[in-house]
C-alpha cells in the first residue's frame, strides 16, 4: 500500500482515501441527439460516467448534479434504469441535486435518486409528455415546390411537416403521448410513495415549481446544495470525485469531428438542434 503522504502521485482511481469520498456525476443539457452544436445527455455518453462512479473504491454515496430541461421520454427512461441498475448491484445510495433545472426527463432521471435536493430557484417537475414540429405546406405552396410522397402503409409519413395536418395523426399521437405519460406517473409514484403530495391537482399535468413549491409538493426531498447537504450527511472532510467526460485526443480537440477533407460548413440540422435546445429552456423561463 501507498503510504498517505505519496497517495497524490497515482491516479485518482488508483488512491485509496481514509476520508468519505463521494463521486459526482454532473448530468447537463437536453436529452435525447447530441451533436456538435447541441451538447447534452444520452445513455451512450452517461453510461461510462456512471461505470466510473459506481466503481469508486470505498464510496460513500454516488452524488448526480443534475441540470435539465428534458428532452427524450425514451433516453431519459433508460438513464434511469442504469443508475437504479448500478445502485442496487453495488449497494450504493444515491443522491440528486438540482441546479437550475430538473424538469420532464431530467426529473425522471433526479427519480433515479434516494434523495433529491434543489436550490429554492430551482425548477422542478413538469411531469408530461410534449411533442413539437412545425408546418411547412403552405409555405413550399406558396414558393412552387410540390411535395411528393409514396409510401407503404397508410401511417408511414404520419406527421409529415410538409403536408397538412391530418387529424386522424393527431388522435395517434396523442395515445401515444397518454401511454408515454402513465409510464412516467407510475414511475415517479413507484419513486417518491407517500412522499408525493397528492392532493394537488396539477402534480401530474407538466405544470413546473420552484424548488420550495416542489419540496410541499413531495417532489423533493429537501432544499440545499451538494457540498452543503453532503458535509451535513458524511462530515466536513468529505471528499468529492469529479467523474468527468474522457477528453478527446489533442488534434481531435482542434478538428473536432469533421476530417481535414470535409467542407467546415455547419449542418442546418445542427443549427436547428440548437435552436430546439434553447427553446426547451426558454419554456422553463430560463
Not at 448500478?86 to 441546479?99: D, G, N
Not at 413531495?218 to 446544495?225: A, F, K, R, V
Not at 435546445?277 to 426558454?282: C, G, K, P, Q
Request: proline fraction near 6%.
Amino acid at each position: 500500500m501507498v503510504p498517505a503522504r505519496l497517495q497524490f502521485l497515482l491516479p485518482s482511481k488508483y488512491r485509496t482515501y481514509s476520508d468519505p469520498v463521494v463521486p459526482v456525476v454532473r448530468l447537463s443539457g437536453p436529452i435525447g441527439a447530441v451533436m456538435p452544436l447541441r451538447s447534452g445527455l444520452a445513455m451512450a455518453n452517461v453510461a461510462p460516467l456512471l461505470e466510473r462512479a459506481f466503481s469508486v473504491r470505498g464510496a460513500k454515496a454516488v452524488a448526480l448534479v443534475i441540470n435539465s430541461p428534458g428532452g427524450s421520454a425514451a433516453q431519459s427512461h433508460l438513464i434511469f434504469k442504469r443508475i437504479r441498475a448500478f445502485a442496487e448491484e453495488k449497494k450504493l445510495p444515491v443522491i440528486a441535486f438540482v441546479e437550475d433545472a430538473a424538469a420532464s426527463g431530467g426529473y425522471m432521471i433526479a427519480c433515479a435518486a434516494d434523495e433529491i435536493y434543489a436550490d429554492p430557484a430551482s425548477i422542478v417537475g413538469s411531469i408530461g409528455v410534449v411533442s413539437a414540429s412545425f408546418g411547412f405546406h403552405e409555405l413550399i405552396e406558396r414558393i412552387g415546390i410540390e411535395r411528393r410522397v409514396h409510401t407503404a402503409g397508410k401511417s408511414k409519413a404520419m406527421l409529415d411537416p410538409f403536408r397538412p395536418e391530418n387529424p386522424d395523426d393527431v388522435v395517434r399521437l396523442k395515445g401515444l403521448q397518454r401511454q408515454i405519460h402513465q409510464v412516467f406517473e407510475d414511475l415517479v409514484r413507484d419513486r417518491r410513495g407517500e412522499k408525493l403530495n397528492d392532493s394537488y391537482d396539477d402534480l401530474f399535468s407538466g405544470a413546473f415549481w420552484v424548488g420550495s413549491e416542489a419540496l410541499d409538493l413531495g417532489l423533493i426531498d429537501g432544499l440545499g446544495d451538494i457540498r452543503t447537504i453532503l458535509r451535513q450527511r458524511f462530515g466536513e472532510k468529505v471528499q468529492f470525485r469529479m467523474i468527468e467526460p474522457a477528453r478527446p485526443p489533442l488534434l481531435g480537440r482542434l478538428f473536432g469531428r469533421r476530417s481535414l477533407g470535409q467542407s467546415s460548413l455547419i449542418d442546418p440540422g445542427e443549427i436547428v438542434g440548437a435552436l430546439e435546445e434553447r427553446a426547451a429552456w426558454a419554456r422553463l423561463g430560463l
